[in-house]
């Protein structure tokens, strides 16, 4: 069965703190890993698509990486409105095209 | 602007009282995706609609039902809700099943069981 794992349940961060948030994951197969955010009481937002390991990609202060075992959301002088949950899923060979996501990674950015 | 909407955003119903959460799109995707999400939990997916076809998932139960009359509207039907279905239910949709495909969440439904 599909596995995603995400580290820590929860970080807090004074505003300008870089740091990274994990999603690892054991899988039959990977074909994509997907990272989205998730305000509270709203649905999530895609944020970035990963295909291959070594692959990377940028959107404003977020950097995804993806390796054979894991992923990392880089997050480089965050501000308040990064304050999130941030949600990691893949798709799988064997998953009938769906996806499986992790529980989540709630990050807090104190000003 | 395109988008992914749920009615109503906050639903009460009874303990055994049918109820029916509705998702339209403006984005014309051809998927339509339901998901139950419980607090602190991951999102899990219920079934889907890749056009008219509707693909269950194996552990979703029978008390769960969904219609999609056409390529804007999606329904999820919860025949007589327990109080463990007290939940968000999040609908979304894609262009296209597969890994090329991101999905697109509409704000979600947060249902209360009395």
């Known amino acids: 069965e599909d596995q995603v794992t995400q580290s820590p349940e929860a970080l807090r961060l004074q505003e300008g703190e870089s740091s990274s948030l994990n999603c690892s994951y054991t899988?039959?197969?990977?074909?994509?890993l997907f990272w989205y955010r998730q305000d509270p009481g709203k649905g999530p937002e895609f944020l970035f698509t990963?295909?291959?390991a070594g692959e990377e990609k940028e959107k404003e202060r977020l950097k995804a990486t993806l390796t054979k075992k894991e992923s990392f959301l880089h997050i480089t002088a965050p501000k308040p409105e990064d304050s999130a949950t941030y949600l990691c899923?893949?798709?799988?060979?064997?998953?009938?095209?769906?996806?499986?996501f992790g529980t989540g990674t709630r990050l807090t950015i104190i000003p | 602007d395109a988008m992914v909407i749920q009615n109503p955003r906050y639903q009460v119903t009874q303990f055994g009282k049918p109820v029916t959460l509705s998702c339209s799109q403006t984005?014309?995707?051809?998927?339509m995706y339901w998901y139950q999400q419980k607090s602190s939990q991951a999102p899990k997916l219920l079934f889907h609609?890749?056009?008219?076809?509707?693909?269950n998932e194996a552990d979703t139960p029978d008390n769960f039902q969904s219609r999609r009359p056409n390529t804007s509207f999606c329904f999820l039907d919860i025949r007589s809700p327990g109080l463990g279905d007290a939940a968000m239910y999040l609908c979304?949709?894609?262009?296209?099943?597969?890994?090329?495909?991101?999905?697109?969440f509409g704000p979600g439904t947060r249902l209360t069981v009395t």
């Open positions: 979304a949709t894609s262009r296209g099943r597969g890994r090329r495909y991101e999905q697109y």
């Open positions: 899988v039959s197969g990977l074909r994509g």
């Open positions: 990963l295909y291959s």
């Open positions: 899923a893949v798709h799988t060979n064997f998953g009938n095209e769906k996806l499986t």
């Open positions: 984005l014309n995707h051809n998927v």
């Open positions: 609609y890749y056009d008219k076809d509707f693909n």
